[in-house]
């Protein structure tokens, strides 16, 4: 009985990591696609925040949505798992520090996370709320047993011998 208990367990894991993963990656590859040639609104956005030195602005909004669309491919695709999942949560920190100052200082702007930002009703507690649950997230896809349906896990079957 408890072999069984212990198996439906892992598979309630594995299953987890699955929807945390494709939840994370798909958010990710949505955010990013969304911004993607929007090179203006990105740099309005960006500087919109009010944090950063004017000569970096530009590379970041060239650079950023290409991440959140490689990040997310990676985690859909299941592949370079761990790296993404950690890189997603470095990404969702500074998001949420972001987004915190702004809400701290009152700066009327759009949180600039599916779209390009600017000037708005300023960031409200959901999208902070919505990053510090994605965070989590993130760390769930780090620390939880793989799932066995990535391309991570199929290439280590095969490196092992156990697929032909």
């Known amino acids: 009985m408890a072999v069984a208990t212990m198996r439906a367990q892992g598979r309630v894991l594995r299953l987890l990591h ?6 994370l990656g798909g958010l990710l590859l949505w955010a990013g696609l969304a911004k993607v040639g929007d090179l203006q609104g990105m740099t309005l956005s960006i500087d919109s925040y009010q944090i950063l030195p ?9 650079a950023l949505p290409w991440i959140e669309v490689a990040l997310g491919a990676f985690l859909v695709l ?22 915190a100052q702004a809400k701290a200082r009152g700066l009327a702007i759009d949180c600039g996370c599916f779209g390009a930002g600017g000037p708005g009703e300023g960031v409200s507690w959901f999208d902070i709320l919505r990053d510090v649950a994605l965070i989590g997230v993130a760390g769930l896809v780090l620390l939880l047993p793989r799932d066995p349906w990535g391309l991570d896990a199929r290439m280590d079957r095969l490196q092992h011998g156990e697929e032909t």
Do not use: Y
Request: hydrophobic share 65%; glycine share 10%.
């Open 54 to 62: 004017e000569w970096s602005v530009r590379p970041l909004a060239a």
């Open 78 to 99: 299941g592949l370079f798992v761990r790296f993404s999942a950690v890189a997603s949560g470095v990404l969702l920190v500074g998001f949420l520090i972001g987004m």
């Open 18 to 23: 699955l929807a945390s993963r494709l939840a």
